[in-house]
């Protein structure tokens, strides 16, 4: 195990959402924003939605590049570029990031499943200015992992994941470096397997509970064992009053260039904005956005997927603004 402190960002970031004033339609913007930079994804895990997606589609660059600077004009300081899919798809990923950290953006973080992040890849996004990865590996041994990722990269990303230490450390960059793991019924048992894996070469770690994500993913709650009391698998229904902070925190630009409210909205039904047609700014305080909020105070969310998230139930849901949403194919 390494000896030297290890970065506690991940955590504080977590908790900053326990400050959320849930009672303000018209919060603040947002001092972080998620950019989906593509809905596509190498891999096909057993608990996720994405491969339900209908639409693959990436965020044009410069309209990110736009968006980036309405970031910069009002306040955002950090932004996680990935969201539904997985960030390396995309070829430009080191020119996004570096962008954002040459305008000004002072925290700049990916989740991947890390099968792509090679050496060769990494290492032009790392430079580029990024200040932390989470890996999403889901299983604790090779043969699990095939199953759930539905792609035989286990071994691949275990040596991945170490090359990003061992680059760090050679290299005198701060870049936080974190794991994270959504047990199922394949890998029950496994988490302490993979904690010995990734211990030594990572600085914190995140055991989610399997969710319906967001209210998408209605097959884990049949097929899985879905904690009631956990919201998007990570967030507990006690500790945030039964009630989501996201739509008072934070936002997300859809790879189509939509402000959606929730990071895990892989059918566009959370969309309040056309970001080609709107401002950032003038999208945070709409009246569709600041509708939904009132809504969230008012615990009044039958029909929306915010309902069938918060319940952990399968409840029917329309979109918010059909014309932006993209349902699952069938």
Request: with cysteine; charged share 30%; net charge neutral.
């Amino acid at each position: 195990m390494r000896t030297k402190e290890k970065d506690t960002t991940f955590a504080k970031k977590k908790a900053l959402r326990t400050s959320v004033d849930w009672q303000n339609p018209y919060p603040p913007f947002p001092r972080e924003i998620f950019f989906d930079i593509s809905n596509a994804c190498n891999h096909t895990c057993v608990f996720c939605s994405n491969k339900k997606i209908s639409e693959k589609a990436n965020l044009d660059k410069d309209l990110a590049f736009n968006l980036i600077d309405q970031c910069i004009e009002n306040g955002t300081q950090d932004i996680g570029f990935y969201a539904t899919g997985e960030p390396f798809i995309r070829k430009d990923l080191a020119e996004l990031v570096g962008y954002a950290k040459e305008r000004g953006i002072k925290y700049i973080f990916i989740t991947t499943n890390g099968a792509l992040a090679t050496p060769e890849r990494a290492k032009s996004v790392i430079d580029a200015g990024l200040d932390s990865v989470k890996f999403s590996v889901n299983a604790g041994t090779r043969e699990s992992y095939k199953k759930v990722h539905g792609k035989d990269d286990f071994e691949k990303v275990i040596e991945h994941i170490k090359w990003f230490d061992s680059y760090r450390k050679e290299n005198n960059i701060k870049l936080g470096i974190y794991y994270s793991m959504v047990p199922t019924k394949i890998t029950k048992g496994e988490w302490p397997l993979l904690q010995e894996i990734l211990g030594p070469y990572t600085d914190d770690e995140d055991l989610r509970g399997c969710s319906n994500q967001g209210g998408n993913m209605y097959e884990n709650n049949y097929t899985e064992e879905v904690d009631k009391n956990n919201l998007l698998g990570s967030l507990s229904r006690d500790q945030f009053c039964g009630k989501c902070p996201d739509p008072f925190f934070r936002a997300t630009i859809t790879p189509q260039g939509f402000l959606t409210t929730c990071v895990v909205d892989y059918q566009n039904y959370l969309c309040v904005a056309d970001l080609r047609e709107e401002s950032l700014k003038d999208a945070w305080h709409n009246e569709h956005f600041v509708n939904l909020r009132k809504r969230h105070i008012a615990n009044d969310l039958k029909g929306l997927i915010c309902h069938n998230c918060l319940g952990n139930c399968n409840d029917p849901a329309e979109p918010l603004i059909k014309e932006f949403s993209r349902p699952f194919k069938k």
